[in-house]
């Protein structure tokens, strides 16, 4: 076992969690609705990203949501901060460790659809891996041939969507398309990115899901809907209204996964 998972482990009681969570920018609330809740800063557990986004708080939890144990992990490492797209790999390799079996990935993206307005939540049905990269590149064994027809799971996708009808909030299905950033996108990008399939953009999650994949977690993902991508609404874009709007479609992500834990953790 690694270091990270010892010192984890050696501080829960009852049940280790077979659900972690990730959650994106300005959607750490759902931390303080953990109940027993056991924090852990991930400067304390080695291999572990330094946070430097803020927005996020850079700390994994462990605790009960709807009566079942979850890891949190609230804060993530983005290629923008170090130019790595496999910082992450230490964190989900923990998990992995630590027998968890399923991860939830959420993120904070822009729209590509009029249709999808800020506010809402889109449950990603695929991805399109834009960015050139990959974080198993330098994989040395044959497991980095990772399949991705089904990286998210469909199952996992049916669960999410009761849970929605549960929560009484739409869930539309949706294609993520991963840019590097940090710079926002063009208006120019935003067309090709429609163009091309996509129905919301962002800078995070794909080299996630490429990383649980390999290591065999079942995955869902969703992104929180903060914006309009470039040239569709005017205004230039920014980091803070990222963070000032994620909390609004955060709320109904977190009424889904209230519903959604208790049925499947
Ligand atoms: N583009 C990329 N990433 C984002 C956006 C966006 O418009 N909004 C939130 N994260």
Redesign the pocket.
């Known amino acids: 076992m690694n270091e990270a998972a010892n010192r984890i482990e050696a501080r829960l009681k009852g049940p280790m969690p077979k659900l972690a969570l990730v959650l994106g920018?300005g959607l750490g609330g759902l931390v303080e609705k953990l109940e027993d809740a056991v924090r852990f800063s991930y400067a304390e557990l080695p291999g572990f990203p330094a946070s430097g986004v803020t927005g996020h708080a850079g700390e994994l939890v462990a605790g009960r949501l709807s009566g079942k144990p979850v890891l949190v992990l609230s804060g993530r490492a983005h290629y923008y901060e170090h130019g790595n797209p496999a910082a992450m790999r230490p964190a989900l390799e923990t998990l992995k460790a630590l027998g968890v079996e399923t991860l939830i990935l959420t993120n904070?993206?822009?729209s590509v659809r009029e249709d999808l307005a800020p506010g809402s939540v889109m449950m990603i049905d695929d991805h399109i891996n834009y960015s050139g990269l990959n974080p198993l590149i330098s994989e040395p064994s044959d497991a980095r041939f990772v399949g991705m027809t089904t990286a998210y799971d469909a199952d996992l996708k049916q669960a999410f969507e009761k849970a929605a009808i549960k929560a009484g909030e739409a869930l539309p299905r949706g294609v993520y398309m991963w840019?590097s950033?940090p710079s926002?996108?063009t208006p120019a990008e935003i067309r090709m990115a429609r163009v091309l399939g996509a129905d919301a953009?962002?800078?995070s999650t794909v080299p996630e899901v490429i990383l649980a994949r390999f290591l065999g977690l079942r995955v869902a993902a969703c992104s929180v809907i903060?914006?309009f991508?470039?040239g569709m609404s005017g205004g230039e874009?920014s980091h803070q209204e990222?963070k000032d709007m994620a909390p609004v479609g955060g709320k109904r992500l977190q009424a889904m996964l209230h519903h959604l834990i208790g049925e499947i953790a």
Request: glycine letters at 24%; hydrophobic letters at 45%; aromatic letters at 12%.
């Open positions: 920018s904070a993206a822009g840019f950033g926002f996108e953009v962002g800078m903060t914006n991508g470039a874009l990222t």
